[in-house]
Structures are given as structure tokens and as C-alpha cells.
């Protein structure tokens, strides 16, 4: 959900590790309004966007991708992913989106 840390540079560390010298390694940023009730803090979550690029790059991201809400949750997509076996495990219980 953006404003990373150390524990994301250990698994950015781990999955640079894991990709090889030929593979790449992606981060997917993206701050979901479906994870935040009515009225809540949404609009003010903080989203350090420069920090973050910053942070993936002196980390060895080889892409960083950060969509809005909107790119997410398009009314004209082509395409829809449903799942309903992982989200419901974990945080997924008791969060949804």
C-alpha cells in the first residue's frame, strides 16, 4: 500500500535473489480504496510516490508498478479476475477488496 520499509526491502532482496541474474523483479504498488470502510482516511493515507520509486530503485526493482484506483477498477475493462480461494484466507477473512 506504498510507504515501504525495511521488511519490503528484504523480500524485494529475496525475490532479486530468487529472479536470478536474467530475471526481473516487480513491485506492484497500490493503494486499494476497497480496503477502507465508508468515510474512513482513505483520501489521507499517505502515498510517499517518490520515496517508494526511490526506495525500489536503491533496492534493484526492475519495474515498479503503481496504478490509481481507477486503472484497477475500470467500468470499460476487458478483463476481470474473481478470486475466491486465497482472499478468504488470513487478512482476507476479515478485509475486503
Not at 530468487?18 to 526481473?24: N, R, V
Not at 490509481?68 to 475466491?84: C, L, P
Request: hydrophobic share 35%; proline share 6%.
Amino acid at each position: 500500500m506504498g510507504a515501504l520499509h525495511k521488511a519490503h526491502a528484504e523480500l524485494i532482496r529475496i525475490a532479486r535473489g530468487s529472479a536470478g541474474k536474467d530475471g526481473e523483479v516487480v513491485v506492484s504498488v497500490f493503494v486499494n480504496p476497497l480496503q477502507f470502510e465508508p468515510g474512513s482516511d482513505y483520501e489521507r493515507y499517505p502515498r510517499p510516490e517518490k520515496e517508494d520509486e526511490a526506495f525500489c530503485r536503491g533496492a534493484g526493482v526492475d519495474l515498479l508498478f503503481r496504478p490509481s484506483a481507477e486503472e484497477m477498477y475500470a467500468r470499460d475493462r476487458s478483463i476481470f479476475v474473481g478470486e475466491d480461494s486465497l482472499s478468504n484466507l488470513l487478512e482476507g477473512k476479515s478485509r475486503p477488496g
